[in-house]
């Protein structure tokens, strides 16, 4: 089964940017379904951000949308989250999560059950 491990995450100030990345195992990656999900303290786990197994479309949070840019990288099996703007409510430990084939639903980009695989998670703080 392919491994996800994430890395990028740190302490930045209110309006900085970020850029976290998930480091996938092997190529079958590739032709996986791919997200980032973030969860608070004392909060439950939410979507922020995924994109087809093609590279195209990719789907956003409200919350993220015109801040936070999803893309990924075929040659290296990278997943990335490029993050501008961040705010202290942004603060959380953010996950990436795969699954393997394609989906055929919006609905199922955004829900943390539609993904088998889970990374560790890398730690964002936004200090106001």
């Known amino acids: 089964q392919v491994q996800l491990v994430e890395s990028g995450g740190g302490l930045v100030q209110a309006g900085g940017s970020l850029t976290l990345s998930c480091a996938a195992s092997d190529s079958t990656v590739n032709g996986y379904e791919l997200g980032w999900f973030r969860q608070a303290p004392g909060k439950e786990r939410e979507f922020v951000a995924a994109i087809s197994w093609r590279g195209t479309p990719s789907y956003y949070a409200d919350s993220v949308k015109a801040r936070f840019t999803v893309s990924r990288d075929y040659d290296t099996y990278t997943l990335i989250l490029k993050m501008n703007t961040l705010k202290p409510e942004d603060t959380a430990v953010y996950y990436c999560?795969?699954?393997?084939?394609?989906?055929?639903?919006?609905?199922?980009?955004?829900?943390?059950?539609?993904?088998?695989?889970w990374g560790q998670g890398t730690q964002v703080t936004v200090s106001s």
């Open positions: 999560a795969a699954n393997p084939g394609p989906f055929y639903s919006t609905t199922s980009y955004h829900e943390q059950r539609s993904y088998p695989i």
